[in-house]
């Protein structure tokens, strides 16, 4: 059974930045292109950006919002990918989860709240 | 970049209604359109992949047809469970795999 948990979600000033997280089990993830995704309070789905399977480069790509100050990547030892977000603005507040590009398997979120 | 608009941005209807909710890409996406149902506080739920396969376990009241640009997503007879909210997604190789803006969908 796949299991995606995401974790690293919390309260950060404007300005500055957060790391999250997100665990697979029953997933490699090297193997798989995986898509990090956020809602912010009490509005639709943004996609965020992606990361392409090991075997297809290892590519990212993000979305014109975080281009340049987000950063997605993984652990293959550990089976872990992560997004380092840099430069955080109020905008930002959000859930975001983890999932994999083909929409099946999704994490269930961790929030982060930018705010002074 | 691929646009995605979908619509209505709201819909309420009957027990035992058909519903339909289209979503339009700016661009030809072949088929690579999913359909999502996302409940308050929970993550989405896929329901129809490939724009037209419904996922395992997805009841067939719900489908999907479509490709191209213009797709379409149906509940054959609306359930009280069936309240949510609905988004498109295309995940074409192209980013962004942008997401409609999403369909509440609320019971008369």
């Known amino acids: 059974e796949v299991q995606l ?3 690293g979600g919390g309260l950060v000033t404007p300005g500055g930045s957060r790391k999250v997280s997100c665990a697979a089990s029953g997933l490699t993830l090297s193997k798989a292109w995986m898509s990090w995704v956020r809602q912010a309070p009490g509005k639709g789905l943004e996609w965020v950006g ?8 290892g590519t990212t790509d993000y979305a014109a919002p975080v281009k340049g100050r987000f950063t997605i990547s993984r652990d293959d030892s550990k089976n872990i990918l992560y997004l380092q977000m840099n430069s955080l ?4 507040t959000a859930v975001y989860y983890c ?13 982060v709240t930018v705010s002074s | ?7 209505p941005s709201s819909l309420s209807a009957s027990v035992g209604d058909r519903v339909t909710i289209t979503c339009q890409a700016s661009q030809d996406i072949s088929n690579y359109l999913n359909w999502y149902q996302q409940k308050p506080g929970k993550a989405p739920k896929l329901l129809i ?8 376990g997805v009841p067939s ?14 509940i054959s007879s609306l359930q009280p469970e069936d309240i949510a909210t609905y988004y498109c997604q295309q995940y074409d190789t192209l980013p962004p795999n942008s997401f409609g803006q999403g369909t509440k969908l609320e019971i008369k």
Do not use: H, P
């Open chain 1, 50 to 57: 992606r990361i392409k399977s090991k075997v297809d480069g």
């Open chain 2, 49 to 56: 992949y490939d724009a037209s396969n419904l996922e395992t």
């Open chain 2, 1 to 7: 970049d691929i646009q995605m608009t979908q619509s």
């Open chain 1, 5 to 7: 948990v995401e974790s």
């Open chain 2, 61 to 74: 009241r719900f489908s999907g047809s479509g490709s191209g640009t213009d797709f379409t997503f149906t």
């Open chain 1, 89 to 92: 603005k109020m905008e930002d």
């Open chain 1, 99 to 111: 999932a994999t590009r083909g929409g099946d398997y999704w994490g269930q979120g961790t929030l």
